[in-house]
C-alpha cells in the first residue's frame, strides 16, 4: 500500500505543481487513496521531498531523484567530485571542496532550485550555503549527502 502510494506522489509531483501537504491529500484522495495530513507528512520526510521554487515564484514538491535529473548530471558529478566534507553553523552550512572546486559545486547547488537555499558564496575551497532556517539546514545537509551518495 506504501509502495504504491509513493509510486502515486511521485507521479503526481511531475504531473501537478503541488503546493502544501493538504493539496497532496487532496490528489491523493482523489484517486482513491485514504490519507491523513500526517500520512503525507510521514511519506513526504520518508521520500525525502523537497520545495522547489516554480517559474512563477510559487514552491512545488519535488523529489530528490526529479531535482538531480533535472539539473543535470554535469552539476551532480561537479558537487559529487568537489565534495570534501560541511558542518552546520546555525542556518549557515560551510561544505569544503577540493582546491579550485568550490565556484563550480557551488553553481550546481544554485541550478538545483533548493527552496532551502537562500544563496551561495564561494571561494577556492569553501562554499557559505545560506539556508532559511537551522532546520532548513538541517534538511539540506541531507539532500547533499543523498546527491553525493548517489
Known sequence: ??????????????????????????????????VTQATVSRDIREMQLTKVQTTDGKQKYASLKQNIEESGDKYTRV???????????????V???????????????????????VGCIAGDDTIFVAARSAEDTEKLMNIIHSFIRA
Not at 22 to 28: F, H, M, S, V
Not at 95 to 117: F, P, Q, W
Request: proline fraction near 0%.
Open 1 to 34: 500500500m506504501k509502495k504504491n502510494r509513493h509510486e502515486k506522489i511521485e507521479e503526481l509531483i511531475r504531473r501537478f505543481d503541488i503546493e502544501t501537504q493538504e493539496d497532496l491529500a487532496e490528489k491523493l484522495r482523489e484517486d482513491g487513496f485514504r
Open 79 to 93: 558537487l559529487r567530485d568537489g565534495f570534501s566534507s560541511m558542518e552546520m553553523a546555525q542556518n549557515l552550512l
Open 95 to 117: 561544505i569544503k571542496t577540493g582546491s579550485g572546486m568550490a565556484m563550480a559545486a557551488a553553481m550546481a547547488l544554485d541550478a538545483m532550485k533548493l527552496s532551502e537555499v
